[in-house]
């Protein structure tokens, strides 16, 4: 009996640490604009602005990450694996989706998405669509200021 409580005890408190996330479908509309196609990158900004995760990388050659500078600064240091979250690059006036996953503890707390652009031989956007970590923001569109038009997330699960 003893073995049991302990076991059933042991898995609740196993349950209530283990962080529960949601996958959100990512929809990402590109402005028409001449030259190479567009090296986007997906990353969750913590409360104070620092980079924290990389979500996803539109863009499989790493030889063309240096062309988005602070996330390249950040992923040298992170050194994550990038070859599960990685696609093809997107062109101008094209669509791209990509499945993300926010971890539900991050949501209202200050957290955002940060969509970073760059083009070969063009400017960086650093900024090109930022997004709030919560329900309301996440549901919206999020309209871009540089290659990215607009962004349009939807949960699916």
Same mark, same amino acid.
């Given at each position: ?8 005890? $042991? ?46 990388? $539109? ?31 997107? !062109?101008? !006036? ?17 957290? %955002? ?35 990215? %038009? ?8």
């Amino acid at each position: 009996m003893k073995k049991v409580l302990f076991t059933l005890i $042991l898995g609740l408190i196993s349950l209530s640490t283990w962080a529960q996330s949601s996958k959100y479908k990512c929809l990402i509309q590109m402005n028409s604009y001449k030259g190479e196609a567009a090296y986007v990158v997906i990353s969750l900004i913590n409360p104070q602005g620092k980079y924290e995760k990389t979500l996803a990388v $539109l863009g499989p050659d790493k030889k063309w990450y240096n062309t988005l500078p602070e996330w390249h600064k950040f992923e040298t240091k992170a050194k994550t694996q990038l070859n599960a979250i990685t696609g093809a690059s997107v !062109g101008g !006036g094209d669509r791209a989706t990509r499945t993300i996953e926010i971890d539900d503890s991050k949501l209202n707390k200050g957290y %955002k998405l940060r969509f970073e652009s760059a083009v070969e031989e063009q400017k960086y956007v650093l900024k090109d669509v930022e997004i709030n970590v919560s329900p309301e923001a996440l549901a919206e569109r999020a309209e871009g200021t540089g290659y990215i %038009k607009f962004v349009k997330l939807s949960k699916t699960q």
